[in-house]
């Protein structure tokens, strides 16, 4: 049945569509990590959307499990087949060009396979702003980006991959093509099916093309890092930046004061930031699209105000581009800092912004009575909500501590997120990786919904089988 399924799939869509050898197929069995490894029949790459649809219609008529890959940059398994050798694995990384930017409706449609570096080049190009932007812009594809509601740096302001989709064009795996590409901004006919593929990590359909929303280019910008003593001084000072600052607000990170010392530790050229030490920091970014010294001013008075208020213990705020990149740099050097140090329990959580400082106090508690002496490192997107909670080997302890203890760690951490109303994947997805605790937390009958879709959309379970449920 196999060759006969092959057989059909080279003659529909041609040889140099369909790589069978396993030399070719090799390097698309692992995930980027190379943590998980899989196997497959077969990887397609289509060049259009009708190749798309025909090589889904072929494998649901033959029963044959479809693996999406778009970058191969998710951290959760998502890409990557499981060790059944009958996967076929879709790749859209010849589906890659902008099909259309419009600098009037501010909106642009692309391929789903383009590269997110490149559709954020070719809409600076255009005096326009694609917000979207994370350290794997350059790998990450915008299909993969969608299937997996990718959030970034800037989300404070402009909110997740979600908020920046206007349309989708996916293929079922029925071969029928779900042409919902419009660029309007008002809708209101119904249910907003393009909802549906976004963050479906591949379960549903394959994203073809998308349709986003551009923003006006942000050309200034003013950055501060505040010392506070408390994750809820931190808080104070974003209710307090948010009003002075509004829309301006691009960036509240923060991380601890052993985050700070991970990195000035483990990374060359950095300098510790205030003549003393503090328990945590915040860094504030203002951007905007002009007006340099108005947005420093307004930086400079709301932290002002922000020391008389008590809100902040000591401030360092950037009068050079130079200072600008040296503040950021303790903070983007934290994951570089761990991981010099040695495989470090990483947990991906976000929480109502209110409740995490009741969070740290109940987390940090709990842990010190199961592992009294491990480093927990704590930094995040402060802003909303978004924490990296990450647990490290006690002083002295081999590596083999982080084995030991994961699922442990991780199922301490994720029932404290629970109790505090958080979500065990802020940015991530579930994939492969995080299945175990899906199960555990999410609402039963939100997974019985779930699978209903599931099932409507994809009745004989070939998309992604074994990712998310
Ligand atoms: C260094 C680094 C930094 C990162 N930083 C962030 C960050 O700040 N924020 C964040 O959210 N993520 C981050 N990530 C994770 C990752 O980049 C995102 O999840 C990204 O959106 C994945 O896109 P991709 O194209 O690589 O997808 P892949 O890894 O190829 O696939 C991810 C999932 O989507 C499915 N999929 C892919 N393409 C399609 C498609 N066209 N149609 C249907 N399903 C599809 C796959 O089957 C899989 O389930 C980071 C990763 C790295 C390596």
């Given at each position: 049945m196999t060759s006969d399924f092959l057989k059909q799939l080279r003659d529909t869509l041609g040889t140099d569509i369909v790589e069978t050898d396993a030399d070719g197929i090799a390097?698309?069995?692992?995930?980027w990590r190379g943590v998980y490894k899989g196997n497959a029949q077969a990887v397609v790459r289509p060049r259009t959307t009708g190749q798309v649809a025909a090589c889904l219609r072929l494998c649901n008529q033959y029963g044959v499990p479809v693996v999406p890959r778009g970058g191969?940059?998710?951290?959760?398994?998502?890409?990557t087949p499981d060790a059944s050798a009958a996967n076929v694995i879709l790749s859209l990384?010849?589906?890659?060009?902008?099909?259309s930017l419009d600098t009037v409706a501010n909106t642009m449609v692309a391929d789903a396979g383009c590269i997110l570096g490149n559709l954020r080049r070719a809409a600076s190009e255009a005096d326009?702003?694609?917000?979207?932007?994370?350290?794997?812009e350059d790998s990450s594809q915008i299909g993969g980006n969608i299937a997996t509601n990718a959030g970034g740096v800037n989300v404070l302001r402009y909110g997740m991959a979600r908020e920046l989709v206007l349309g989708i064009e996916a293929v079922l795996?029925?071969?029928?093509?779900?042409?919902?590409l419009q660029t309007l901004?008002?809708?209101?006919?119904?249910?907003?099916?393009k909802q549906l593929f976004i963050g479906s990590e591949g379960t549903?359909?394959?994203?073809?093309g998308v349709a986003l929303r551009l923003q006006a280019p942000t050309r200034v910008r003013a950055v501060v890092l505040a010392a506070v003593d408390s994750p809820d001084q931190a808080l104070q000072l974003l209710r307090l930046v948010f009003g002075a600052c509004g829309p301006r607000l691009q960036a509240f990170e923060f991380f601890t004061d052993q985050c700070l010392d991970l990195v000035l530790s483990q990374?060359?050229?950095?300098?510790?930031?205030?003549?003393t030490r503090h328990p945590a920091y915040v860094l504030v970014e203002l951007a905007d699209t002009a007006g340099e010294e108005a947005l420093q001013a307004m930086l400079e008075e709301v932290i002002g105000q922000a020391l008389e208020q008590e809100l902040c213990m000591d401030a360092a705020l950037s009068a050079t581009l130079a200072q600008l990149h040296s503040l950021w740099r303790l903070r983007e050097e934290i994951s570089e800092a761990q991981k010099a140090d040695g495989p470090h329990l990483k947990h991906d959580i976000s929480l109502p912004i209110e409740r995490i400082p009741e969070f740290m106090q109940s987390a940090e508690a709990r842990l010190r009575t199961v592992a009294g002496d491990a480093r927990l490192y704590i930094f995040g997107h402060f802003g909303d909500g978004n924490l990296h909670y990450n647990v490290s080997r006690p002083?002295?302890?081999?590596?083999g501590w982080a084995h030991e203890w994961e699922e442990r760690i991780a199922d301490l951490v994720f029932e404290e997120v629970a109790r505090y109303g958080?979500?065990?994947?802020?940015?991530?997805?579930?994939?492969?990786?995080k299945r175990r605790a899906f199960h555990q937390h999410k609402d039963p009958m939100q997974i019985r919904l779930m699978r209903d879709i599931k099932r409507l959309f994809d009745p004989n379970g070939i998309m992604n089988p074994g990712k998310l449920l």
């Open positions: 390097p698309w069995l692992t995930d191969n940059t998710g951290l959760c398994g998502g890409a990384d010849r589906l890659n060009q902008v099909r326009r702003l694609l917000p979207l932007s994370l350290a794997a795996p029925s071969g029928e093509i779900y042409d919902g901004r008002k809708d209101n006919t119904g249910y907003d099916l549903l359909g394959i994203i073809t990374v060359d050229g950095l300098h510790a930031p205030f003549p002083l002295g302890a081999d590596r958080g979500s065990i994947s802020a940015e991530h997805g579930i994939g492969q990786l």
